[in-house]
């Protein structure tokens, strides 16, 4: 599989709709706080989307 990409890299575009996950952010928070994805509840989370430029319909 790591000959389709050779710089180590795969995205796959998020809809333009929709906000975008502060990925380090999230990772970061968890390993601070001992939690996985699972333990956290939806404020948690909603924490980490930013819905700045997610574009209305």
Sequence with gaps: ???FFE???FAVP???YE???KVRAL???CQTNNK???DL???EL???LDRSDAQSE
Aim: glycine share 8%; proline share 4%; net charge negative.
């Design 14 to 16: 998020r809809d333009k």
């Design 46 to 48: 909603g924490e980490f």
């Design 19 to 21: 906000p975008r996950v």
């Design 41 to 43: 509840s939806k404020q």
């Design 1 to 3: 599989m790591d000959d």
């Design 7 to 9: 710089d180590g890299v």
């Design 36 to 38: 996985t994805l699972q």
């Design 27 to 29: 990772y970061e928070y």
